[in-house]
Antibody, heavy 122, light 114 residues
Framework: QVQLQESGPGLLKPSQTLSLTCAVS??????????WSWIRQPAGKGLEWIGR???????NHNPSLKSRVTISADTSKNQFSLKLTSVTAADTAVYYC??????????????WGQGTLVTVSS | DIVMTQSPDSLAVSLGERATISCKSS????????????LAWYQQKPGQPPSLLIY???TREFGVPDRFSGSGSGTDFTLTISSLQAEDVAVYYC??????????FGQGTKLEIK
């Protein structure tokens, strides 16, 4: 079973860049079985898809985050990363990485990391 | 964007009773080319990440008890728990994946024991 674990700083100041890494075990991020997403959840609120990286390195992201999002992968370490620039308090959330299963053109978040809380505060 | 709206926001049901959660999408998530509804349900227990319960509106994920069932098509969907157990206390989210690469979730329904 694929397992994921997020890591990264938990406290940022406004305007800084959020950087998180997701370590994957039980499967290779280079395989075609899954693709790799970031999802976030502000405290007491719902889930927001941030973006995804595919096996070929192509990425997609939520248009609501405009050009602040960069997702990359390091196949040698079997991990993928998220960078979110110019953070504000509105970016305070639990950030999850997930393994997406693509079936008939639709993506399902089948496996999730435990999540990591990122707080943006001056 | 497709907006997903769940009702109710919270629900209290007695143990052993039926729980029903509704999810409506702002536009159809039925792909007529394959007759599949791109609608999933997730369960999030306190302090845990969400876990996939149901996809294609009615297909249970591996290991999900058969007291969980999903139904509906087009824009209107329902998650039913036929006999509520204590371990079912959670927040439930519907998700549309019709607009993959992007998917969107409902706001969640908090299910508690009465």
């Amino acid at each position: 079973q694929v397992q994921l674990q997020e890591s990264g700083p938990g406290l940022l100041k406004p305007s800084q860049t959020l950087s998180l890494t997701c370590a994957v075990s039980g499967g290779s991020i280079s395989s075609e079985s899954y693709f790799w997403s970031w999802i976030r959840q502000p405290a007491g609120k719902g889930l927001e898809w941030i973006g995804r990286i595919y096996t070929n390195g192509r990425t997609n992201h939520n248009p609501s985050l405009k050009s602040r999002v960069t997702i990359s992968a390091d196949t040698s370490k079997n991990q993928f990363s998220l960078k979110l620039t110019s953070v504000t308090a509105a970016d305070t959330a639990v950030y999850y990485c997930a393994a997406d299963l693509i079936v008939f053109g639709g993506a399902l978040a089948r496996h999730w990391g435990q999540g990591t809380l990122v707080t943006v505060s001056s | 964007d497709i907006v997903m709206t769940q009702s109710p926001d919270s629900l209290a049901v007695s143990l052993g009773e039926r729980a029903t959660i509704s999810c409506k999408s702002s536009q159809s998530v039925l792909d007529s080319s394959n007759n599949r509804n791109y609608l999933a349900w997730y369960q999030q227990k306190p302090g845990q990440p969400p876990s996939l319960l149901i996809y294609w509106a009615s297909t249970r994920e591996f290991g999900v008890p058969d007291r969980f069932s999903g139904s509906g098509s087009g824009t209107d969907f329902t998650l039913t728990i036929s006999s509520l157990q204590a371990e079912d206390v959670a927040v439930y989210y519907c998700q549309q994946y019709y607009t993959t690469p992007m998917y969107t979730f409902g706001q969640g329904t908090k299910l508690e024991i009465k």
